[in-house]
């Protein structure tokens, strides 16, 4: 089995976590939901085992990269990521994003259309203006921490919503996710709700593959990409609502590779 790495990056505003595997080819950069981190790749990792190099980052506010100052924009959120893969010396390369990465992923691929060899996106929140506004009038805050611990509760009845049955390693491992990353999920939601992300998708120029869920909250949202973006290609994954990394990883993985090998041959022809 592939092992698994841990390292850090140095970047002018602090230190960035990643986990990464070696393997052949161009690399595989993925991007992931909050409040989770880099962890919710290990199984996509593993199952890949070896077959090209991967770096899962953890944007920063998760995990163990560094805390943002203030309210970052989504222009800061694509530096610091950018500034860590120039830092870990990524020419070209795909990308593979989940949920609040996929945002970060499109702004990645429209500023570097040379680079970013294809974008796959799994729940991608393709919403108008309007749904945009209305989405984020109805986000609230997460509570902080309470002197009764009320808010563990909370936090912990809302995580364990998000998945089609009790699997008490992903609930935990996302639960501490989002005890982590109070702050960085303000942040980086505050920063989704000023994007026009459907405007951004559709400038995109390298090839686009977008799959969720078919119980995950965007699930609706394939088929106005497929009429807004006819070149790109759209799939379906299972039952999972927002861990079909996690829970249908060898689909994930199957259509993963077959689009970058696909893209990989249209590049070489």
Known sequence: MVEIKKSYIDTNSGQMHYRYTEGKGLPLVLFHRTPSSSVMY?????????????YALD????????????????????DWLCEAINALSIDNFHIYAHHTGTHFAAEIALLWPERVQ????????YFSYEERELFFKNFTQIPNPDHSGKYLHERFTLIKSFFPVFDPELVNLELIG???S????????????KQDFAQILREVKCPILVMSAINDFFIDKLKIIK???????????GKTLIA????????????????IE???LRTKA
Do not use: H, V, W
């Open 59 to 78: 944007t920063p506010g998760f995990g163990n990269s560094f805390n943002p100052e203030g309210m970052p924009s989504i222009s800061n959120y694509r």
């Open 178 to 180: 989002a005890l982590r």
């Open 182 to 193: 109070i702050e960085g999920r303000n942040q980086a939601f505050a920063s989704l709700k």
């Open 227 to 237: 009429k807004d973006i006819p070149s790109a290609r759209i799939a379906e994954l």
């Open 262 to 264: 696909q893209r990989e």
């Open 244 to 259: 079909s990394p996690e829970l249908d990883t060898k689909k994930t993985i199957d259509l993963l590779i077959d689009f």
């Open 118 to 125: 294809s974008l796959a996106l799994n729940g991608a929140a």
């Open 42 to 54: 290990e199984r996509m990792m593993y199952e890949l085992n070896g077959l090209r190099p991967i």
